[in-house]
Every structure is written in C-alpha cells, then in structure tokens.
C-alpha cells in the first residue's frame, strides 16, 4: 500500500519547529501535536508527490538505524493518525494541490 | 499547550507576538489607550520581512490587533502571507466592516480565532462607549457572519463603569449566537502615561460581584479563597510570560514586553527581531525578575495568586511594584487587602498627622474619608 501512498501537507494547519522539534495546530479542531524528530522530518520531507515509501527509505533509513518495513509501517500509522485530523492529506495518487479546503470544521 | 510554552521558555523562544498592524480605528472608545493618528506605519513589505523574521525565531501564535485592522488596506494581503508562513494567526477587530464577503475572506485564510469586542447587548450603551452610532448591530451582524462560517468568534467585553451592569446581558448574547464570551475588568492608562482612562475602572462593588458570579469563575469559594505568603518555589516564579515566550510590536516597528508594558526595547527598523529579543538590556532586565525580586509583592499574602501585571507596575512607575489595580482585584477577590493598600493607608494616615499639626483636623475629616483606600 505504502508504495503508492502519497502525502502532503494541509494548508490548514499551523506549524512551528522548535528546538528540532514540529509543534502542529490542527486549524479544524485546534488540537496541538508535537512530532519527534523522525516525525518533523517526514513532515518536512511530504510533498505530494513522491510517496512515502520512498520518503522513508531515502530519508528516514538512511539516517536513522532502522529496518524499512519496520519504518514505512511506523510512517503510515504516523501519517494516518494525522490525516484524521486534518493535518495531513493522503491519497493513492500524486496531490497536485495541496490546499486543502481551510477554516474550522464545528 | 503548557507544555509548548515550557519548552519555549526553556529554549528562550517568543512563542507569542502580539503585532498592531495600525493604530487608526474607526470607533473611538471611550477606554482606549491608543493615539489614533498615523505616525508612519510599517509598509506591506516592512511588515512582510518582519513576519519572515517572526518566522524564522519560532513564534508559533500571532495576533494581529490594531486600531482597526482592516482599516490597513493591505490588510488580506498581510493575512495571507502571515497564513502561508504557517503561523496560528488570531485575530482581533471591532469587525463592523466585516460583512459577508469579509468573513468568507478570513475563513479560507484560516485563521485560529476572531476576537470582537462587545461592550453591552443595549445598542444605547456600546453606541455610547464606541462612539459610533449603530456599531453594535454591525458587530453583531459580523459575528453572525463568521459564526456561520465554521469561525471561531470571541466574544471580548471590557468591564468599565458605564457598562458594569451589562455583562450578563453580552453573555446571553453569546450563548444565543453560539459563541464564547471573555470578560476583562482592567482599564489600561494610555500608552502616553496618561491614567485618566482609569477613571472608568469599576469600583471594588462591581470587582466583588464578578468575583462572585459562579457563571464567571466557576467555584467561587476556591476563586475567592485566601493563600499564604509565596513560599520558596513562589519566589523563583516569573512574573508572567511578557518578554519570556512572548512580546509586543506596534505599527511603527518598536518591540515591547507587552501591549500593556510599553518599555521601548527596540525597533525593528533599525535592528533585527532575533537580535532585540536575545540582547535587548531592557528585555533581559525584565526576564530577571522573579517575585522574589518585588518589594513589596513578595511580602503579600496575594503574592503567589495575585494576577500582578509588571506592564500596569511599570506604567505606575516601577516595575518591580506592585500595581494597584491588581491590588484592587486581589482585595476584591478575598476581602484581604495586598500589602501594597496596606501601607498606602499608613503612609496616607500619616500625611494626616503630620498636617493635622498645623490645619484644622475637623476641616481634614472628609478628605481623609474620600482618600482613604
């Protein structure tokens, strides 16, 4: 699945790093995360276009010690977790667009 | 959220910044702090490169206050840029030219809040604070406007004394338009030193009922409760977080602790943000003070619950005092006067003696009942 799992970034959201590490604001809920480093670093790396399979083999395995499998699988729950609020967007086809629509879901 | 401003505290980070995009207004309330004229405003690109800079020093929440805000014609412009830099944008407005078109505007550019002010739900007594006929029906019709996009809308009532009857009547309002309510009890003196606003302060009666209203405080017994003198670990404690996570910036570039602290620590035409925030004297001399460093706040049995503002001190003269209107409210609170009134009696009690030595007490007697704290 994870091979043809594309992500980007919500234009919703608000997001900060600081001290290594991403503070996000989800704009349909206001709930506030904080991602690790492995984390910040596919948040940083997501783009829409490549996917996220291929984020973490090039990116998060060659820094880290870290088996792939065991890599992509940790990304996706990541990434889906994230989707849920909003925060990310998935799709099984490259997001040309990232804007997702803004504002505050009540 | 605590623990977000406990790593930027930890990491010296302004995780907040409080920026006045103009101080031109098209209301002109009775309470207001600010001088209204354009004294040479930030352009669009010099607000543009500040927010780049904000950006770049970590601050995560911005509000964008004025004045007026969109009375600055580049007003989306500066909101847009400000969202695509990913800031937690919040907004404050009297919004009465927010209409519909407005209000679909802030909602794509997704915004964390709007907060409006609302002085009284009787068009006769906010009209009369704002100064502008029918403002009250514009601001309603514009929060109904941004509730109805899905917006977070709050509601901002400052307590003053032509409107100290009427903060149920805004809460109702609230709840019926389906948004929150704030209410604020603290008049704040002008900017330029000037403290004749404070005389629209609500006297202790009025504090005492709003401390009081379960509806505002929730459990007014814990509320109101008496504390000890601050212990060790109080003495340690900051005074809030101006000048620690967060910090002020007006129309025209200069940084502050906060909008109610106008200690000038620089300008952010003349010098960059990172470097007023890490080296400014005047910032690092209001990051050292803990309370144990306060005279005579670190003997008062309000010490360690007391809402103290160091900008409120400072523009009574010294920001390591007390300030009195917190003294007020912490009196108010629990019937035990801040040993700041304490010794403001005493010392008033001994100017009395010492002209009763050569005036006529009978003739002091009165003075002293309308001096007295």
Known sequence: MSQHLYVSRSSAVAARKLGGEMMIMSGRDSTLFTLDEVATLIWESVNGLVTLDEIVRRRICAEFDVEPATAVRDAETMVEALAQHGILLISSEPILNSNAPAGRAK | MQEMASK??????????????????NERCVHCYLDHEDHGEMTTREIKDLLDQLASAGVFFLTLSGGEIL??????????????????????????????????????????????????????VHDAITKVKGSLERSLNAIRFLNSYGLKVIIANVLMVQNRQD????RALAAEIGVECTLDPTITPKMDGDRSVLNLNVDRLALEQVFRDQSLVGNVAEFCATSQKP??????????????????????????????????????RSQKFIDIWRNSTQLTEVR???????????????????????????????????????????FARTGIPSENLLSRKASRSSLVHIEQLGVNGAELGPVVGQRAC
């Open chain 2, 8 to 25: 930027a505290l930890k990491l010296g980070a302004p995780l907040n910044v409080h920026l006045d995009v103009t101080y031109r207004c």
């Open chain 2, 71 to 124: 009375l600055r014609k580049d007003f989306f412009e500066i909101l847009a840029y400000a969202r695509e830099l990913t800031f937690c944008v919040k907004l404050k407005t009297n919004a009465i030219m927010i209409r519909r078109r407005e209000a679909q505007r802030i909602r794509a550019f997704g915004v964390e809040s709007i907060q409006v002010s609302i002085y009284s739900h009787r068009p006769e």
């Open chain 2, 167 to 170: 903060y149920p009547g805004v």
């Open chain 2, 231 to 268: 212990d060790d670990d109080a003495m340690e404690s900051l005074p809030c977080s101006a000048g620690h996570t967060s910090c002020y910036i007006s129309p025209y570039g200069d940084v502050y602790p906060c909008v109610q602290f106008p200690l000038p620590s620089g300008n952010i």
């Open chain 2, 288 to 330: 050292s003070i803990r309370l144990g460093d306060l005279p005579s706040c670190s003997k008062c049995v309000h010490g360690s619950t007391c809402t103290r503002c160091p900008g409120l001190a400072y523009m009574e003269g010294n920001m390591r005092g007390p300030s009195v209107q917190d003294c007020e409210k912490s």
